[in-house]
């Protein structure tokens, strides 16, 4: 069984996300959504929060499982039984620090692969800190993330319910 695993902040899930879940779970037999949570990393949402918005996200998905993880990720990945980390890449400023990760991950774990996955040209220039920008400033995230949780993340980022 071909398990990979795309691991992330969600902080929160974006349509950019779902959008490598969706093209890469159709490429492997289970994709796990794994959610980590650094310890040294600051999280504009809690763990559980990003964790129950992307199980929201992704319910439609039949082989997709979300999970989160501490620690070092090819750990993680090992500890899954999985063989590959598949990552998304946007524009040029994902590519050195996602090479320098690729680089150090095989040097820990050689028979673990990591994959990248161009970015939809919609969402090239989508990342959850935009999305944040936009939440607090009043700004529209119509479009941006899934319709299903786009009040509760209003909801997360300012404490407040939003006028239906
Ligand atoms: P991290 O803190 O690891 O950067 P993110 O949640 O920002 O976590 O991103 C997780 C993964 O999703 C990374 O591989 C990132 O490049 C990818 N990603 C983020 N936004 C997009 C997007 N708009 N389109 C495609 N991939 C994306």
Not at 40 to 55: G, I, P, Q
Not at 83 to 109: F, H, P, V
Not at 114 to 126: N, P
Request: include cysteine.
């Amino acid at each position: 069984m071909k398990i990979w695993v795309y691991p992330g902040s969600f902080d929160p899930v974006t349509n950019g996300h779902v959008d490598i879940i969706k093209r890469s779970s159709k490429l492997c037999d289970k994709l796990i959504v794994a959610v980590g949570n650094n310890l040294r990393k600051k999280y504009s949402l809690e763990l559980t929060e990003r964790v129950e918005l992307l199980k929201l996200a992704v319910k439609d998905f039949t082989n997709v499982e979300v999970d989160s993880f501490n620690g070092l990720l090819v750990n993680y990945v090992k500890s899954r039984g999985a063989s590959t980390i598949i990552k998304g890449l946007r524009a040029l400023s994902d590519y050195e620090y996602e090479l320098q990760m690729a680089l150090i991950n095989k040097n820990l774990a050689p028979e673990i692969e990591t994959l990248f996955m161009m970015a939809d040209i919609h969402y090239s220039y989508l990342s959850s800190s935009a999305v944040k920008e936009l939440v607090v400033n009043g700004g529209s995230i119509d479009g941006l993330v899934p319709d299903c949780i786009k009040d509760r993340i209003i909801e997360k980022l300012t404490g407040e319910k939003t006028v239906l």
